[in-house]
């Protein structure tokens, strides 16, 4: 699996957004621009910008079981006079995207607060990033299952296990493209196990949590004879 993430909000102008536009296509261009706000606008752009610069690299990395994370900045998603197949997607039964003229490729697209992700994969998968996160005892007790309560009451930084936590359950509902289920929000964990699902967490940049969900891939050894 590949992970582009651009984490510099600042950095990204409506000139550098009406840049890209040039270049998308239609479909991308129409959904980009129905976004109200700045942030929204460069979360589309940018995230569609990664999803295909991800594509147009496209390397042995995405056949890898490890996550390999690749760090952008905006001066990197210029696709100007470039002869590409720019990724198109329909969405299926539950709304996750699948690409339509990239066969045999998966992807995934999160955001936050902290930073925009787009991860490629030729297997199944799911992301999820969150930063600090505020929550309630409600929410706690609602979602989480008595031994995930016991880590974020237990913890140092209540809010950033709490995250934590929380992007492993969305990875796992973005894997399977159901769309958060409520009442399957205790057993995350015991379900993804017994789908033969892996689910990775990381802290990158020391910022934001990145969760990973992926097929499990069996390593086959092969046994010689003497």
Same mark, same amino acid.
């Given at each position: 699996?590949?992970?582009?993430? @651009? ?47 991800? @594509? ?20 990197? @998603? ?9 990724? @198109? ?138």
């Amino acid at each position: 699996m590949v992970v582009y993430y @651009l984490s510099d909000f600042e950095s990204v102008t409506q000139k550098h957004i009406d840049q890209m536009l040039v270049w998308m296509p239609q479909q991308q261009q129409e959904l980009v621009r129905s976004m109200k706000t700045l942030q929204r606008q460069r979360e589309q752009a940018v995230a569609y910008a990664m999803l295909s610069l991800a @594509l147009y690299e496209k390397d042995n990395n995405i056949y890898s079981p490890d996550i390999v994370l690749r760090h952008i900045h905006i001066e990197q @998603l210029n696709f100007d006079n470039r002869d590409f197949a720019f990724p @198109l997607w329909e969405l299926k039964e539950h709304g996750k995207p699948f690409l339509t003229n990239h066969d045999g490729i998966e992807f995934n697209i999160s955001h936050c607060s902290k930073a925009i992700v787009t991860a490629i994969s030729t297997d199944i998968i799911g992301i999820d990033v969150e930063g600090r996160r505020r929550f309630s005892e409600s929410v706690l007790q609602r979602a989480f299952n008595e031994k995930e309560q016991y880590l974020v009451k237990k913890s140092d930084e209540p809010e950033l296990e709490f995250a934590r936590i929380w992007t492993r359950k969305e990875a796992w509902f973005k894997y399977t493209g159901t769309g958060i289920l409520l009442d399957h929000l205790k057993t995350t964990e015991y379900e993804a196990y017994n789908a033969g699902c892996i689910i990775e967490t990381l802290w990158v940049n020391d910022s934001f949590w990145l969760s990973t969900a992926e097929k499990r891939r069996l390593i086959v050894k092969k046994h010689h004879n003497h």
